[in-house]
């Protein structure tokens, strides 16, 4: 599996937590971790790493604030093999798009914050194979927003 994805937010904002082991900031037991982790401030825009359709807009737990991934975004994409994957943006502070809506390459998804089970600010993103729930670690593109259309070009880094 070979997913190709531009980055959700700029370059100067690090990983803080790449996928795999680690051990887990608020339990502090080694797990895996199926995602990747941007140390960013509440409020730093994220943008669509691929053109797609958002399925899901809104608190993870809707009673439950303080769980999972909080305020979060799901969004369908498809790749060049041709497969789906889910692409979550998780414990966003604010949602700037829609269930239902097709947002394209860097389109706007929202500002990244603390919501749910969160340490501090930052962006949680995961990418999972629709037809396995397979969570799949991407390989970042350089991409830069070139217009109003939301499209990208994208050149290997």
């Known amino acids: 599996m070979d997913l190709r994805v531009c980055r959700p937010v700029p370059d100067k904002y690090k990983i803080s937590s790449p996928f795999g082991m680690r051990i887990h900031p608020i339990s502090k037991i080694k797990s895996f971790h199926g995602g990747i982790d941007f140390a960013c401030p509440t ?3 994220v943008l669509s790493v691929k053109e797609g359709k958002i399925i899901r807009a809104g608190w993870q737990d809707a009673n ?3 769980k999972g991934f909080g305020i979060r975004v799901i969004q369908s994409i498809h790749c060049n093999n041709n497969e789906e994957y889910y692409i979550y943006y998780g414990h966003l502070s604010d949602i700037s798009c829609y269930e239902g ?4 390459e860097k389109g706007i998804i929202g500002s990244s914050g603390s919501s749910g089970s969160s340490t501090g600010p930052h962006l949680h993103l995961e990418a999972r194979l629709v037809d396995t729930s397979q969570r799949v670690e991407p390989t970042f ?3 830069e927003k070139i217009g109003k259309n939301d499209r990208a070009r994208r050149k290997k880094v």
Do not use: K, P, R, W
């Open 43 to 45: 409020g730093t825009e």
């Open 64 to 66: 439950e604030h303080e």
């Open 101 to 104: 809506q097709f947002i394209g």
């Open 141 to 143: 593109l350089e991409c």
